[in-house]
């Protein structure tokens, strides 16, 4: 195969996972806010069910928090193929059965799919990987932001699928159930084309240890490295932050301006299109004239800046007027961070590092939708103002201590 098909094929696959991600999205808050979907007891107040709403969300991410270390050094162990098929077939059984528990109307199976996804969905952490065997210090930032592109095409149709395939007043059988019947077809077709046509990027097998409390010990491992533990911190609060927003925008369009599934779905998509012009269309020729750091020192702050302007309108039109900045600025700041990690690290340790790194982005995530559904019934404007405060101070983290940083990272590449 040539130099550039492994890339090819890492993005296809990414872009069909974030399909299936991006389909939960517009259908999950209404699911359990609007009583006449019968997962909760109709008797539940709104506080309650936002609640609910906010452990089920943080169930993906605190499997995943457990399972992605481990599949990560699984992949440094036996190769990124087998495991990324492994992830597969997990997160393809999670739609399956979130799809059942939506139709026997049962809370404990919903949150049971969302936990066996988490687990088995490090899907992203071994893709990463993959990118980095096949890229050089030059090209990553660059092969990084591409396949982050498939993050925006899997923002845009995933949650426009999901939303109309939930929408009964477009096919009369469809309903809350049928995007994840989709979702689980779609995971089934990756895993089919990962076995057939990704080919093993992994030059050189590593040994290293695998077990559940693996996550525990890398977020300790985390702050221990002297090398990586400022930018561990800065990837740690700017994923906390961004999450308060995705993983509460919902409920604030809900509650603000009384979204149903199928708007919530048009603004997300609408997100996706801009994160796709900056991954796809900015990054790669911004990545050629600047460092990760100085395209990061301005995203990340604009990013914090623009992220209050949600609470502004109160017509819900002029919000397609600030989305693409925040879609933009987050879309420019991701990939550059994952490469400041990624460059921190030897080319003998890249599913480790990366893997350390999923564990601190799962903990990011599983963090603000616990915390927002109680902040969110003080006031619903609460988790968007966090969302600001939280990418703010890892800006500014990482400009006290970018010089640090720089000087251990030249270490580490010299060594």
């Given at each position: 195969?040539?130099?550039?098909?492994?890339?090819?094929?890492?993005?296809?696959?990414?872009?069909?996972?974030?399909?299936?991600?991006?389909?939960?999205?517009?259908?999950?808050?209404?699911?359990?806010?609007?009583?006449?979907?019968?997962?909760?007891?109709?008797?539940?107040?709104?506080?309650?069910?936002?609640?609910?709403?906010?452990?089920?969300?943080?169930?993906?991410?605190?499997?995943?928090?457990?399972?992605?270390?481990?599949?990560?050094?699984?992949?440094?162990?036996?190769?990124?193929?087998?495991?990324?098929?492994?992830?597969?077939?997990?997160?393809?059984?999670?739609?399956?059965?979130?799809?059942?528990?939506?139709?026997?109307q049962n809370i404990f199976i919903l949150f049971l799919s969302r936990?066996?996804?988490?687990?088995?969905?490090?899907?992203?952490?071994?893709?990463?990987?993959?990118?980095?065997?096949?890229?050089?210090?030059?090209?990553?930032?660059?092969?990084?932001?591409?396949?982050?592109?498939?993050?925006?095409?899997?923002?845009?149709?995933?949650?426009?699928?999901?939303?109309?395939?939930?929408?009964?007043?477009?096919?009369?059988?469809?309903?809350?159930?049928?995007?994840?019947?989709?979702?689980?077809?779609?995971?089934?077709?990756n895993l089919l084309f990962v076995l057939f046509a990704f080919p093993?990027?992994?030059?050189?097998?590593?040994?290293?240890?695998?077990?559940?409390?693996?996550?525990?010990?890398?977020?300790?491992?985390?702050?221990?490295?002297?090398?990586?533990?400022?930018?561990?911190?800065?990837?740690?609060?700017?994923?906390?932050?961004?999450?308060?927003?995705?993983?509460?925008?919902?409920?604030?369009?809900?509650?603000?301006?009384?979204?149903?599934?199928?708007?919530?779905?048009?603004?997300?998509?609408?997100?996706?299109?801009?994160?796709?012009?900056?991954?796809?269309?900015?990054?790669?020729?911004?990545?050629?004239?600047?460092?990760?750091?100085?395209?990061?020192?301005?995203?990340?702050?604009?990013?914090?800046?623009?992220?209050?302007?949600?609470?502004?309108?109160?017509?819900?039109?002029?919000?397609?007027?600030?989305?693409?900045?925040?879609?933009?600025?987050?879309?420019?700041?991701?990939?550059?961070?994952?490469?400041?990690?990624?460059?921190?690290?030897?080319?003998?340790?890249?599913?480790?590092?990366?893997?350390?790194?999923?564990?601190?982005?799962?903990?990011?995530?599983?963090?603000?939708?616990?915390?927002?559904?109680?902040?969110?019934?003080?006031?619903?404007?609460?988790?968007?103002?966090?969302?600001?405060?939280?990418?703010?101070?890892?800006?500014?983290?990482?400009?006290?201590?970018?010089?640090?940083?720089?000087?251990?990272?030249?270490?580490?590449?010299?060594?």
């Open positions: 195969m040539s130099q550039k098909s492994p890339l090819v094929t890492i993005f296809i696959t990414v872009l069909i996972d974030l399909l299936g991600v991006g389909i939960v999205i517009p259908v999950i808050a209404p699911l359990l806010l609007q009583s006449e979907h019968n997962l909760l007891a109709s008797s539940m107040d709104l506080d309650t069910r936002t609640i609910v709403l906010g452990f089920l969300i943080a169930s993906f991410p605190i499997a995943q928090f457990f399972g992605a270390p481990i599949l990560g050094s699984l992949s440094d162990r036996h190769g990124r193929k087998k495991v990324l098929a492994l992830s597969l077939v997990g997160t393809a059984a999670g739609y399956v059965l979130f799809a059942y528990a939506i139709i026997s936990a066996l996804d988490g687990f088995t969905g490090g899907n992203i952490a071994i893709a990463y990987s993959a990118i980095s065997d096949s890229s050089d210090q030059e090209s990553k930032a660059r092969n990084f932001g591409m396949v982050s592109a498939a993050f925006g095409i899997g923002f845009i149709l995933g949650p426009f699928i999901g939303g109309k395939l939930a929408d009964p007043s477009i096919v009369s059988w469809f309903n809350m159930a049928t995007p994840f019947w989709f979702a689980a077809i779609i995971s089934t077709i093993e990027t992994l030059k050189n097998k590593k040994q290293s240890t695998i077990s559940l409390l693996t996550g525990i010990r890398n977020i300790k491992q985390a702050f221990e490295l002297k090398h990586l533990q400022v930018l561990f911190l800065v990837v740690l609060l700017h994923s906390i932050g961004f999450n308060f927003f995705t993983q509460f925008f919902q409920v604030f369009l809900i509650g603000k301006f009384d979204f149903g599934v199928s708007q919530i779905a048009d603004l997300f998509a609408f997100i996706g299109i801009w994160i796709i012009l900056a991954q796809g269309g900015l990054q790669r020729p911004l990545s050629k004239m600047f460092v990760p750091y100085k395209i990061i020192r301005v995203s990340s702050l604009l990013l914090a800046l623009v992220m209050p302007m949600l609470l502004v309108p109160n017509n819900p039109k002029y919000l397609y007027y600030i989305v693409p900045l925040i879609a933009i600025f987050q879309g420019l700041t991701l990939p550059n961070l994952t490469t400041l990690v990624s460059n921190q690290a030897g080319k003998d340790s890249q599913g480790q590092i990366l893997g350390i790194n999923q564990s601190i982005q799962s903990l990011g995530t599983a963090l603000p939708p616990i915390i927002a559904s109680y902040i969110n019934n003080v006031n619903i404007s609460l988790p968007i103002s966090s969302s600001a405060i939280c990418i703010f101070l890892s800006w500014t983290i990482l400009i006290v201590f970018f010089k640090r940083i720089k000087e251990q990272s030249k270490h580490i590449n010299q060594t």
